[in-house]
């Protein structure tokens, strides 16, 4: 028997509100990327002080520190259940399908949040930070964001099955978002650069496409990191 | 009762290239129950994961159909509920909420007090809210009782049934055992005799000693 | 077999010898002479190498990534050794053509290293070779390691053209446009490019063969640790 | 045999202000064993804890003495061999790595003739170089065995002793159980009754029904 | 009976050998902790190719590394031991004392060398990256790493029992690292643009009392941290 579209999501919404509440029970993630961007911040404030940086620096800066605040909070999500043993749990209760959309949600969602503070935070605190193009410079943070997140969750998956943790995270994810990166610095520099909301349209396809790509590459291979 | 009916043929899995059993092979209709027995490392456990298809078979196949339709390894999860000691529960959760969340997530809901009374079963309603943390070896043991019972499974697996448990969670064990009996099947996975007595039928998978070495399996008598 | 190896010999070296003996000449006179590349002069020589070395690091990953797939399909550990071996060549040619490259741009850009977009591009593909063996290493179960591997290569080959693509149009480049696009700035004459392809040819070849030899290595040393057990 | 002597006096233990026993003592010395029995929740864990001093009572206290000195609560592990369903071993390891690792963490270091011997009693040492992640239950509760025995402690603590054990396993734990008689205290906090029957003395922890409800600790017959 | 010093240093050392093995086998394998050296560079790299920025941006950014790294590995020492229940083998094995200092030994160690590949690397791979006094940008460094090890350190015990009971600890010690990420920046930032080597003495004075006084704090507290 297959699954219901609805039944579906109504599973991968469970999943994703499991997670959420185990979150907000133990604030894991949340305290390791509050203290990580409250830190960074202010590193970079303390360090930048009177030097006044050229534009695409910011935006380099900008997704360093989401990059890295990625790869210290989002890995938990699979690693957890797999050193707790719970993901046997999962197993007898699911196919993997919901199981790796409610984490992936979950985990896009808590990096949105994220991306948000930092930028607003990053905005007020450093002077030379100005946008031209408000409409453009969201799409980016968007797209680049939802794009992170996916690339993270998967490799997430994978460390886990790994039994691996800490550094092995960064290496493999790297190169894996590494055109993203480039992608999006761009593209937010652009919309720091050029009042047209449109400037940016190529990154903006490139960025789409590699979610699409990325996305669905881990949808196929996901079950194979699932089963046994 | 569903019809159901599980076959197993010619199961073998390796570890690394080293056998744990080979040649397993037998067929349960509802209403049956089989014991599997064999000492520690003899590779009990990884029968059942298998079974359970939480792991894939090195060779043979198991097959599970229901009313004469064969279920995919995919979707057998739907009509298992499994005890184990390597299967843990959320900590961070009260008893309820694991309930409620797991439910969820099986995408079967039961009404609250369908869960009021799965706790009553296990004799954990009055600790309900409290978070699995805090909770005693044999209340966890409980508690996976009332996971595993929630969705009446056609297929239970229990491996050592009763660990942790004081007499009257043995009993309520039983009671399981035997109700269980009525609907589907049973397959326990046990070093104590007293179980595995429960059982009609039984395997014993002979890992030569000592129990560290590589365990062959042995199809048992009938 | 045997004659193939004898075949592939001879080929090399003639090419090796064409690469480096054919005078480079202003205007062309004679059949086997080169034309001067503005910018390269002696230099161009090299291309014939490092090209071809580059060439065969992408078709590493390429053959990895194609089995790794096979092994998720199979779960024929003997796809996985076909997987990790094309990934181990792969590491070398790709550390080879790093180390040709940062020669040849030492030489006529002046700097060992500079992020120039295909450096860039291989410089990456180094990390996901590095990255995968570092994962590889991490897991001790064969099956569970041909999986976790098998899956990361795919991911890796998923985004791989993405960077490709990216690149150029971000950076920058000081690099010539490939001879592979007709429009190239690099002229060659039509010697040139035989010895150009015989050579991306005769590596294509070697690399096979080195290949085909590793593998039987793999296939052994899996049979001996599997007696060992 | 080093004389050694373990008082417990009006011990209570709340958690969170809830009292789960209160007002337990005994008295033991060297040679004597004990059963706590209690059914599930009754705080037969909490007790042992407490006793190992891993955790500090509410109230009353434990103390320990040894040829007449008594032991600082800081010292008390010393002299402490315990094993227990929620002592967890280090999965990365080998049960070799494990057993030398932490004999030289407790800063005693044994010979490598000796972890032989440790492995071979509980007949892992065809296994000593497999890491404990791909142990089966009964072999990691064996190599918990050869930790607690290890260097021959004073006060062995036993809680749930079979747990995962066959029939093979338990005759070792019996025979551990004996030697200990000779050289020191056993206690052992069961819910089966043939283990509690094994000791010379016994406490039940009668936690009100159900399990889930706070236990209420009374001082069982001696 | 009191615990011998020698035996203390021996016990202490067993448990350094401990974890170091333990990493070893799951997480740092030595590649691994190059390529995430490695990694981590790139993307400063990659965030701004050409811009030249100013020198104490360089300070800031390598210590946004460092920190990074400190993150994604350190405080997780005792997260690990609390998350699986070897803790409890730990406490039935010794007294906190030898405990904290081989973990500490641990942190310091792995922090020290990961310092130093990201330091060469950077140094190599950054043009604008320059020393005056190697002197002081070594003393700086090391200070800086052993302080910031030693705050993981109990950071991280502190973590292990927070996530237990859902509390904001982690946040609490954004206000302990801070100082001194502040201070060591300056010091390094001084040491890249001062050639004498003493130019900043105030702030080694600064790191030298913060180590002590976090460690001796430590101390204190892990004692409490151990015991239930
Ligand atoms: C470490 C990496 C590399 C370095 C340092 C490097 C350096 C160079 C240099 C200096 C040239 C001569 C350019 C000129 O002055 O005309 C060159 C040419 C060339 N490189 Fe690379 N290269 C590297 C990687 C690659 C890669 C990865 C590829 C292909 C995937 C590649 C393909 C070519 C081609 C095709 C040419 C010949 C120019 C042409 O035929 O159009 N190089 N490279
Ligand atoms: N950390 C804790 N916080 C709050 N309550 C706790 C904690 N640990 C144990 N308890 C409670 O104390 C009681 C006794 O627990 P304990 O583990 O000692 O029971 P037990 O006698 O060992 O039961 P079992 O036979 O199942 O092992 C239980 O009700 C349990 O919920
Ligand atoms: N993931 C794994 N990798 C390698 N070997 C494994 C793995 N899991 C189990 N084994 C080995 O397979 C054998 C069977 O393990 P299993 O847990 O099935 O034993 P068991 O019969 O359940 O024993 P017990 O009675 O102790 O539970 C053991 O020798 C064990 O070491
Ligand atoms: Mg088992
Ligand atoms: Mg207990």
Request: net charge positive; glycine share 6%.
């Amino acid at each position: 028997m297959i699954m219901k579209s609805d039944g579906f999501i109504r599973i991968t919404a469970a999943v994703f509100r499991k997670d959420t509440s185990s979150e907000l029970r133990t604030r894991y993630a949340l305290n390791a990327l509050f203290l990580f961007t409250l830190t960074t911040l202010s590193i970079i404030l303390f360090s930048f002080q009177s030097a006044t940086v050229p534009v695409q620096v910011h935006a380099g800066l900008l997704w360093v520190l989401i990059f890295f605040a990625a790869m210290s909070g989002l890995s938990r999500t699979f690693i957890t259940e797999e050193d707790r043993g719970t993901i046997l749990l999962l197993k007898l209760s699911t196919i993997s399908t919901p199981v790796f959309y409610g984490k992936l949600l979950f985990n896009v969602l808590l990096l949105l949040a994220l991306t948000a503070i930092l930028t607003i935070l990053y905005s007020l605190v450093l002077p030379g930070f100005a946008v031209m193009s408000m409409t453009s410079f969201c799409i980016s943070l968007f797209l680049g964001t939802v794009g992170l997140a996916s690339a993270s969750t998967i490799i997430g998956a994978l460390i886990a099955k790994a039994n691996a943790r800490g550094t092995l995270y960064p290496v493999l994810s790297f190169p894996i978002v590494l055109p993203l990166l480039l992608t999006v610095i761009r593209a937010t520099t652009i919309a720091m650069e050029d009042p047209a909301w449109d400037a940016a349209m190529d990154e903006y396809r490139v960025l789409v496409s590699y979610i699409v790509a990325i996305n669905a590459a881990s949808y196929l291979v996901f079950e194979y990191i699932w089963k046994d | 009762m569903t019809d159901i009916r599980i076959t197993v043929a010619g199961l073998r899995k390796d570890f690394n290239r080293r056998p744990v059993f080979s040649d397993i092979s037998f067929d349960l209709s509802g209403g049956r129950t089989l014991a599997i027995s064999g000492r520690n490392g003899s590779g009990k456990s990884t029968l059942l994961k298998i079974i359970a298809s939480l792991l894939s078979p090195s060779a043979g196949a198991v097959s599970l159909t229901i009313d004469g339709v064969e279920i995919h390894r995919r979707w057998t999860f739907r009509h298992v509920g499994m005890v184990a000691p390597y299967l843990h529960l959320y900590e961070e959760f009260t008893a309820l909420e694991n309930l409620t969340l797991i439910d969820r997530i099986r995408g079967s809901n039961h009404t609250a007090s369908e869960y009021e009374e799965m706790l009553a079963m296990v004799s954990l309603e009055r600790r309900r809210h409290d978070v699995v943390r805090t909770f005693s070896s044999g209340m966890k043991q409980r508690l996976k009782y009332a996971l595993a019972w929630m969705d009446r499974p056609g297929l239970l697996l229990l491996d050592e049934p009763r660990t942790n448990l004081d007499p009257e969670g043995i009993t309520t064990m039983k009671t399981l055992f035997k109700e269980q009996r009525g609907n589907g099947i049973v397959i326990v996975a046990t070093n104590e005799e007293d179980d595995a007595v429960m059982c009609d039928e039984r395997i014993s998978l002979s890992g030569v000693p000592p129990p560290g070495a590589p365990g062959t399996g042995r199809k048992g008598g009938r | 077999m045997k004659a193939f190896q004898a075949i592939l010999g001879v080929w090399l070296s003639a090419v090796i010898f064409c690469a480096l003996m054919f005078p480079i000449v202003g205007e062309i006179t004679r059949w086997y002479e080169f034309p001067v590349i503005p910018g390269l002069e002696q230099k161009a020589r090299i291309l014939f190498f490092h090209v071809p070395l580059a060439w065969t690091s992408v078709v590493g990953f390429v053959v990895s990534v194609f089995y790794a797939i096979r092994y998720l399909r199979s779960k024929q550990i003997d796809d996985d050794i076909k997987s990790s071996s094309a990934a181990g060549l792969g590491l070398l040619f790709c550390a080879l053509t790093t180390l040709t490259g940062s020669i040849w741009a030492k030489f006529s850009w002046g700097s060992f290293w500079n992020w120039d977009p295909r450096e860039t591009s291989i410089f990456v593909l180094l990390l996901i070779y590095g990255a995968y063996f570092a994962l590889r290493s991490a897991v001790q179960e064969d099956d569970k390691k041909a999986t976790l591997a098998a899956v990361y290569a795919i991911i890796a080959g998923v985004t791989m053209p993405f960077l490709m693509f990216v690149m150029p149009r971000i950076i920058e480049s000081l690099h010539p446009d490939p001879i592979i696009n007709t429009r190239g700035k690099v002229s060659m004459n039509s010697t040139m490019l035989v010895v150009f392809f015989s050579s991306l040819a005769g590596f294509t070849a070697l690399y096979f063969w080195i290949y085909s030899l590793k593998l039987r290595v793999a296939r052994l040393e899996f049979k001996r640790s599997s007696a060992g057990e």
